[in-house]
């Protein structure tokens, strides 16, 4: 069974900090990650996909994947109040053309004002 | 280009009745997913198809739910008889290769 892992918060952080969000999972071969924002009473929204180790940058959105430690993370710089919703961290398969997406809880990001 | 299309937004049934809900996908993307979102956790994956094939219905509780895509494009996924457990968002989404999904804005069921 694949699990991800996320704090499900809720993290709060005050307007322009850098806001950090993790995730461990538990299948070493996985190839495929996701960062999907979601506000309340809305559908997942894609904000940042990594495939390989190291950083991916996107804006305001840094992604960081390392593949050893099993371990990816989302930075959001200058964090904005419109940034306040639930971050789910989601794993794609190991197999080839597994493009099955496994989900965490998400965790709960406020920003303050 | 559109979105990934479902309906009903809400829905509200007594316990043992049924109810469908219908996804069209993203024009080109082969690959359909329903997932079910229970209040407070991640969207947990009902069943999967590939064109009009299903790849994996291993969570899906076939004893009271169904799923069909014709054709290959749009998709209906069925509960008969509900049960008050199954009050959540039913999250349709599709793919194309390995670029993530994109959602639906998904249907509220609510089981009373």
């Known amino acids: 069974q694949k699990e991800v892992e996320q704090n499900s918060g809720p993290l709060s952080v005050p307007e322009g900090a850098i806001a950090s969000l993790n995730c461990t999972y538990s299948?070493?071969?996985?190839?495929?990650f996701f960062w999907y924002r979601q506000y309340s009473g809305k559908s997942p929204e894609l904000i940042m996909s990594?495939?390989?180790?190291g950083d991916k940058e996107d804006g305001r959105f840094t992604a960081q994947l390392n593949k050893a430690s099993q371990y990816v993370s989302l930075l959001i710089r200058d964090s904005q109040p419109s940034d306040s919703a639930t971050y789910l961290c989601?794993?794609?398969?190991?197999?080839?053309?597994?493009?099955?997406?496994?989900f965490g809880k998400g965790t709960k990001l406020s920003v303050i004002p | 280009e559109a979105g990934v299309a479902q309906s009903p937004r809400y829905k509200i049934i007594e316990k043992r009745q049924s109810v469908a809900f219908w996804c069209n996908p993203i024009?080109?993307?082969?690959?359909l997913y329903w997932y079910q979102q229970i209040l407070g956790q991640g969207p947990k994956l009902l069943i999967q198809?590939?064109?009009?094939?299903?790849?994996?219905d291993s969570q899906l509780p076939k004893d009271r739910f169904s799923a069909e895509r014709l054709k290959g494009v749009d998709s209906t996924l069925k509960i008969q008889p509900a049960k008050l457990e199954d009050s959540a968002v039913y999250l349709c989404?599709?793919?194309?290769?390995?670029?993530?999904?994109?959602f639906g804005s998904g249907t509220r069921l609510t089981v009373v």
């Open positions: 989404a599709s793919s194309f290769a390995n670029y993530g999904y994109t």
């Open positions: 299948d070493r071969g996985s190839q495929s």
């Open positions: 990594i495939y390989s180790n």
């Open positions: 989601a794993v794609g398969g190991s197999g080839a053309g597994s493009y099955q997406l496994t």
């Open positions: 024009s080109g993307h082969a690959t």
């Open positions: 198809f590939q064109n009009n094939g299903v790849v994996d």
